[in-house]
């Protein structure tokens, strides 16, 4: 750790000599109400508690989602088995805190802000809003900041080490090694030891995917797994640009990257010059961003997916604008995480579109975080009548740790339903005050019949009607299922 920190010098003040160490406590400071808020918003990071708490307790491997995040559902096991929610959201805090002192280090003595940039990266949303939360971003993000520190300090082979490594935790990110192989060409690295870097990170990816690949019998039935799952996201060509546009823009927030377009085109010249001279850094840059923007366009979800381009548009933001605008862009960037200016307004079922500013993601997160944890306790103590079926949408995060449900085994009439059979985290829970009120993921049309047929009165919670009829592929009003809604008291 002691090549990380510079030394203090003398006439420096004491925010120069401890600013590592203050941005450190910052983060820290302004992550703890996180801890305590669940698992996350998202239901994926509910998926990961639950298949950790599974592998902890039966010491079988049962990935959280295909195609499978191995070293992340593991290493959380331990932590998830020792404190739950608390201890793995600490754990992400952890290895945000170390992605923090790989990024000064990267920037310290290579940046002309680097003090801004260290603002910059921990203050951005996206980074802030993921580093407290049981999910893979951040830990990803943490193995491809020190493939980069690596790469630049001309040590590819430990770089391909921590490529594979990054992968090991969130597959796709395998393809920073585009960038950092580009870099180590420009850089005329020996091709041996190129070569090498991918071997090491092909080696290490293969290796920590292999309980995955165990688990289905093979890479082929691994891969047709995974593309079955992934069948139901589909997009037109329409919506995928839409996607991707929206999602894009708001991953810094219009404000931000208008900033940063007014910016790099008022010091065009500068942008010019640096492409033009085919600098390694900026060109590395530039393909690492145009990289992940485009798997990105392929599947645009999250904004989270786009974490790994946020050093590196950083970095080029460092070479191409004024230290001016590089300062303001970093502070509405910032406040973007705190209040953001939105087209957009969702509700559980529908968008509403319209000019509006509300809470930024940051906030969004926390409100979100804590309203899910109300809408657990709401919604399985409801009084339904007995011998009901509550729908609650796919993921764990309805009936995993909830005290009001217990899990049961899906016998008799439940036996063989496809929700229950297609994953092995899939659970069948019943509420404790009245076992013969019963809650699934979700049942198919024919299904939903059958338990109609059989005496059952078939609920749907709010949050999941849209995921029922857009995904499952019926109208709830034409099988006569009542929708369920939480609302704010």
Same mark, same amino acid.
């Given at each position: ?23 450190? /406590? #910052? ?41 499978? +995040?191995?070293?992340?559902? &593991?290493? &959380?096991?331990? /932590? ?9 959201? #600490? ?43 049981? @999910? *893979? ?71 920590? !995917?292999?309980?995955?690949? &165990? ?14 799952? $992934?069948?139901?996201?589909? %997009? ?43 600098? /390694?850094?900026?060109? =590395? ?34 070479? %191409? ?6 300062? #303001? ?8 995480? @705190?209040?953001?200016? *939105? ?12 000019? $509006? ?21 709401? !919604? ?10 509550? &729908? =609650? ?9 909830? *005290? ?34 019963? !809650?699934?993921?979700?049942?198919? #049309?024919?299904?939903?019949? =059958? ?5 059952? =009165? ?15 592929? +019926?109208?709830?009003? *034409? ?11």
């Amino acid at each position: 750790m002691a090549t990380l920190v510079r030394s203090g010098r003398s006439g420096e003040s004491f925010l120069q000599r401890h600013l590592l160490e203050l941005t450190l /406590a #910052a983060v820290v400071l302004t992550r703890i109400p996180f801890l305590f808020a669940g698992y996350g918003s998202d239901p994926d990071a509910w998926l990961v508690g639950s298949a950790a708490s599974a592998l902890w307790h039966s010491g079988t491997y049962v990935e959280s989602r295909l195609p499978g +995040y191995p070293l992340h559902e &593991m290493l &959380m096991a331990p /932590a998830v088995g020792w404190g739950g929610s608390i201890l793995s959201n #600490a754990a992400t805090l952890v290895a945000a805190l170390c992605c923090v002192v790989v990024w000064w280090n990267i920037v310290r003595t290579r940046a002309n802000s680097p003090v801004v940039l260290l603002i910059a990266f921990t203050g951005a949303p996206v980074f802030w809003q993921h580093s407290a939360v049981t @999910l *893979d971003y951040v830990w990803s993000l943490l193995f491809i900041l020190l493939a980069l520190l690596l790469s630049l300090e001309r040590r590819v082979v430990w770089a391909g080490m921590m490529i594979g490594l990054a992968a090991g935790f969130r597959l796709p990110n395998l393809l920073i090694i585009l960038p950092l192989v580009a870099y180590a060409i420009a850089e005329k690295v020996e091709w041996k030891k190129i070569l090498l870097c991918c071997a090491v990170a092909g080696a290490v990816v293969a290796l920590a !995917f292999l309980p995955v690949i &165990m688990r289905y019998g093979g890479v082929i039935e691994w891969i047709e797994h995974t593309r079955w799952e $992934m069948s139901d996201i589909s %997009f037109t060509a329409r919506q995928r640009i839409e996607a991707f546009l929206y999602r894009s823009t708001y991953f810094f927030g219009p404000l931000a990257g208008g900033l940063l377009l007014i910016g790099m085109f008022r010091e065009r010249k500068r942008v010019v010059h640096e492409i033009r001279s085919l600098d /390694a850094r900026t060109m =590395t840059s530039l393909t690492a961003i145009i990289t992940f923007l485009l798997l990105f366009l392929w599947i645009p979800l999250e904004r989270a997916y786009l974490l790994p381009i946020l050093p590196f548009v950083l970095l080029l933001a460092d070479a %191409f604008l004024s230290k001016t605008a590089l300062a #303001a862009f970093t502070l509405v960037l910032v406040l973007h995480g @705190l209040l953001s200016l *939105d087209v957009v307004k969702r509700t559980d079922e529908r968008k509403e579109f319209g000019l $509006m500013v509300h809470a930024g993601m940051v906030l969004e997160e926390f409100h979100n975080r804590f309203r899910l944890l109300r809408e657990r306790e709401y !919604f399985s103590s409801y009084p339904y009548p007995s011998r009901s079926i509550v &729908m =609650t949408g796919g993921g764990s995060a309805f009936w995993f740790e909830n *005290d009001r449900l217990v899990l049961i085994e899906p016998g008799g009439e439940f036996q063989g339903l496809q929700s229950l059979a297609s994953s092995a985290l899939h659970r069948l829970a019943a509420q404790q005050r009245d076992p013969s009120v019963v !809650f699934l993921p979700y049942l198919f #049309a024919e299904e939903l019949r =059958t338990m109609q047929r059989l005496g059952y =009165t078939v609920f749907c919670l709010g949050r999941a009607k849209p995921f029922i009829e857009h995904t499952i592929g +019926y109208r709830l009003e *034409d099988h006569g299922v009542s929708v369920v809604r939480y609302e704010e008291k």
